[in-house]
C-alpha cells in the first residue's frame, strides 16, 4: 500500500540534500560563469523548492486534490513572473 | 491513583439566573485569553481592532488641523510624514484588513455554516497572537520616533535613505501577515469541511462566498508580502542589492511585488463588505437577493481579476508603457463583477418592502459611495488620466471613498445588523440612525473637496499647499471633525446597550440565515443541536411584509 506520510529517514535525507544544494549554490556564486550565475542558483532554488513541496509539505504522498492546490500556488506566481516580465522585457528606455 | 469524581448533574436554572452563553460561560480574564471560542476570539479582535481604529484616526486629525492653513504652522515636514505613514500602516494593516474577516467573519462564518466553530480553534487563537505582536512592533516603531516612508515602504528611500524603525515596522507588518494567513486558511478549511448537512454551496449565505474569496487572497497574495518587506529589510540592515540601483537592484521591482500583494488586499477590504451588504439588502427590503449565482461568482471574479491589475499603481513609475496598457485593460475588467453587484443590489430593492433600520442605512450608504469609488477608479486606471491626476488628493478621495465610503460604512452597518446577536441587547435606534447620517454627511464634506482638489494639482503628502486650495481643505477638515463625531457616537451607545439596551430576542430582524435560529447570545458551541439545512438563504416574501405592516398599522 502506498505511504501516506514519509519516515523519519526521508527527512534527514532531505534536510542534508538541502544543505548540500545551499553549498552548491555559494560554490556557484564565487565561479565565473557569465549569465549563467543567473540560471543556475535559480534552478538549484527550484530543485530546493520541489523538495519542500514533496517531502517535507508531504506532496509526494497527498491526493490528486492537493496537487490541484499547491498548481494553483504555482499557477499564480507565473502570473506575478509573466506580468512582472511583461514590463521588464519591453521598456523602451532600456 | 487517580480517582475521577463522577460528572455531577447541572443543577436547573432558577428564574434569576440567565442561561449560559459564550459571554457568560466563565468570567475571568484567562478564560479570555486563553479561550478558542470563535465568538470570543471576534470579541478580541473586536477591542483590538477598534484601538488601532482610533490610533490611526488621531494621526488623520492631526493631519487634517495641519491642513486647515496653507502653512505649515502646527507640524514639521518630518512630524508630517511620520503621521500619514501611521494613519496609514494602522488604517490598512490593522484595522481594514482584519476588519470585517476578523470580527464578523470570526463570529458568524461557523455560525452561518451551522458549526460549532472553526476548523482550527487553537491557530484562530494563535492568529490574534500574532495580530497582537504585530501592533505590538507598530506602536514600538511608533512611539520609539516614528517612520517617515508612506505606508507603501517605497525603495530605494525605505532601505537607503529613511531614519527611523522601519525594520520594526516591517517586522510587525510581517507578523500581523501571518496571522492574516493562518485566518485565511482557517477559514477556507473550515467552509469547505465544516458545513452543517443540507449546507450545499448554492444555499451558502454570500457573506461566506465573500469570506471563502478573502481567505483565497490572503492565503495566495499576504505570502508576498512578507517576502518583499524581508528582501527590503534585507537591502536596509545589510546591503544586500535588491532594489537600489546603486547596489545593482532595481525600484520597480519592489513596486511590481509590493502591489501584487497591495492590490489583492484592496479586494481583501471590500469585498467582506459586499458580503454585508449582500446580507443586509435581502433582509430590509424583505426580498430574495436578486441573482443569488451572479453575486456569489462576482466575489470569486474580482478576486481573480484583482491579481491581474497591480501595475495600474506604477503607469508613471517608467513602467513599460506597453505593460501599463495591459494593465489598464485588466483594471477596466474589474469593475464588470463589481457592477453586476451594485446591480443585482439595486434590483433586490426594486418592489422591495423596505425598512429603513440603521444596518439597512449603513448598506444604502455603501451602495453610493462605493459606486463614486469604483468610478473614479475608472479615472485611474485610464492612461492618460492617470498622469494628470496621480499622487494627488484625487486618489486620495478614490480609495477613501472604497475603504471608508465603502468598507467602514458596511463593518458599521454589519455591526449593527449582528450587534444584538453578539451583544443579547438592541442599541438605541434613534441615536443609531443619527449616527449613520453624521457619517454619511461627514465623509462627503471631507473627501468629495479633495477629487476636486486631486483634479486642481493638489498633490498627496504635503502640509504646505497652494492658497487658492485652503476653502476646500477647510470643508475637508471640518467634514472630518463631523466625521470624528458620527464614529464616537457608535462607540458610546453601543457600549451603553451591552448593559442598558433592550433584550433583543434571538431574531430581532425576523432575518433568515442559521445564526439567526439560534439564542442570542449564542452558547458556547452555537447550536443546542447540529442544523439541518433544506432551503437556500434569503427566503424573504417581500408581499407578506406589506401585509404584515399593513394589519399591524391599520
Same mark, same amino acid.
Given at each position: ?27 556557484? $556564486?564565487? @565561479? ?6 543567473? /540560471?543556475?542558483? &535559480?534552478?538549484?532554488? !527550484?530543485?530546493? #523548492? ?21 498548481? $494553483?500556488? @504555482? ?6 513572473? /509573466?506580468?512582472? &516580465?511583461?514590463?521588464? !522585457?519591453?521598456? #523602451?528606455?532600456? | ?554
Amino acid at each position: 500500500m502506498k505511504r501516506t506520510f514519509p519516515i523519519a529517514g526521508t527527512y534527514v535525507i532531505n534536510g542534508i540534500a538541502l544543505l548540500c544544494l545551499l553549498a552548491l549554490t555559494i560554490f556557484a $556564486a564565487y @565561479v565565473k560563469l557569465g549569465p549563467f550565475n543567473t /540560471v543556475i542558483p &535559480l534552478l538549484i532554488a !527550484l530543485a530546493k #523548492g520541489a523538495l519542500i513541496a514533496l517531502f517535507f509539505m508531504h506532496l509526494r504522498y497527498s491526493k490528486p486534490l492537493m496537487w490541484v492546490f499547491a498548481s $494553483a500556488g @504555482v499557477f499564480w506566481l507565473g502570473i506575478l513572473l /509573466v506580468l512582472a &516580465l511583461g514590463d521588464y !522585457l519591453t521598456r #523602451g528606455w532600456r | 491513583m487517580i480517582t475521577q469524581a463522577p460528572p455531577q448533574p447541572e443543577p436547573p436554572l432558577t428564574s434569576h439566573q440567565s442561561p449560559l452563553t459564550y459571554l457568560n460561560v466563565r468570567h475571568t480574564i484567562r478564560s479570555w485569553l486563553l479561550t478558542t471560542d470563535h465568538k470570543r476570539i471576534a470579541l478580541l479582535y473586536m477591542v483590538s481592532i477598534t484601538l488601532f481604529f482610533f490610533i490611526g484616526g488621531a494621526a488623520a486629525t492631526l493631519m487634517r488641523l495641519e491642513l486647515l492653513t496653507p502653512q505649515g504652522d502646527l507640524v514639521t515636514s518630518e512630524t508630517y510624514n511620520k503621521l500619514f505613514t501611521i494613519h496609514g500602516v494602522v488604517m490598512v494593516w490593522f484595522f481594514l484588513i482584519p476588519s470585517i474577516p476578523t470580527v464578523l467573519g470570526n463570529f458568524l462564518l461557523p455560525m452561518m455554516l451551522g458549526a460549532r466553530d472553526v476548523a482550527f480553534p487553537k491557530l484562530n487563537l494563535a492568529s490574534w497572537y500574532l495580530f497582537m505582536a504585530g501592533g505590538a512592533f507598530a506602536v514600538f516603531s511608533i512611539i520609539t520616533g516614528g517612520v517617515d516612508t508612506g505606508w507603501t515602504f517605497y525603495t530605494p528611500y525605505s532601505s537607503t535613505y529613511a531614519n527611523g524603525h522601519v525594520i520594526a515596522m516591517a517586522a510587525g507588518i510581517f507578523i500581523a501577515g501571518f496571522g492574516s494567513i493562518a485566518t485565511g486558511l482557517n477559514f477556507i478549511v473550515t467552509t469547505h469541511k465544516m458545513r452543517a448537512p443540507g449546507m450545499t454551496w448554492s444555499r451558502l449565505p454570500l457573506f461566506v462566498w465573500s469570506l471563502y474569496t478573502t481567505s483565497i487572497i490572503l492565503v495566495l497574495a499576504t505570502p508576498v508580502l512578507a517576502m518583499v518587506l524581508t528582501l527590503m529589510a534585507l537591502e536596509r540592515a545589510f546591503g544586500v542589492g535588491i532594489f537600489n540601483p546603486a547596489l545593482g537592484g532595481d525600484p520597480l521591482l519592489f513596486q511590481h511585488l509590493f502591489w501584487f500583494y497591495s492590490h489583492p488586499a484592496v479586494y481583501i477590504m471590500i469585498l467582506p463588505g459586499m458580503g454585508v451588504v449582500s446580507e443586509l439588502i435581502p433582509c430590509f427590503a424583505r426580498k430574495k437577493i436578486f441573482g443569488y449565482h451572479f453575486v456569489a461568482y462576482a466575489s470569486v471574479a474580482i478576486g481573480v481579476l484583482g491579481f491581474l491589475v497591480w501595475g495600474h499603481h506604477m503607469f508613471v513609475s517608467s513602467q513599460s508603457i506597453y505593460a501599463g496598457m495591459i494593465f489598464s485593460v485588466l483594471s477596466f475588467m474589474v469593475a464588470i463583477p463589481s457592477a453586476i453587484k451594485v446591480f443585482n443590489w439595486t434590483a433586490t430593492l426594486y418592489k422591495g418592502s423596505i425598512w429603513f433600520a440603521t444596518p439597512m442605512l449603513y448598506a444604502l450608504g455603501f451602495i453610493g459611495l462605493f459606486t463614486i469609488g469604483g468610478l473614479t477608479g475608472l479615472f485611474l486606471a485610464s492612461l492618460a488620466v492617470d498622469v494628470h491626476v496621480h499622487d494627488t488628493y484625487f486618489v486620495i478621495a478614490h480609495f477613501h471613498y472604497i475603504m471608508v465610503g465603502g468598507m467602514v460604512m458596511a463593518y458599521l452597518g454589519g455591526l449593527h445588523f449582528w450587534w444584538p446577536k453578539i451583544s443579547g441587547r438592541m442599541y438605541p435606534e434613534g441615536l443609531a440612525k443619527f449616527s449613520a447620517f453624521t457619517i454619511f454627511a461627514g465623509f462627503n464634506l471631507t473627501f468629495f473637496p479633495q477629487f476636486i482638489l486631486g483634479y486642481l494639482g493638489m498633490p498627496r503628502r504635503y502640509r504646505v499647499y497652494a492658497p487658492e486650495f485652503q476653502v476646500l481643505n477647510v470643508m475637508s477638515s471640518a467634514g472630518a471633525s463631523i466625521l470624528a463625531v458620527g464614529y464616537l457616537l457608535p462607540l458610546a451607545y453601543l457600549l451603553w446597550s451591552w448593559k442598558y439596551g433592550k433584550v433583543a430576542g434571538p431574531n430581532p430582524w425576523r432575518a433568515t440565515g442559521l445564526e439567526w435560529t439560534t439564542a442570542s447570545p449564542p452558547p458556547k458551541d452555537n447550536f443546542q443541536t447540529t442544523p439541518i439545512v433544506t432551503e437556500g438563504p434569503y427566503d424573504y416574501d417581500a408581499q407578506a411584509a406589506e401585509e404584515e405592516w399593513e394589519h399591524a398599522h391599520a
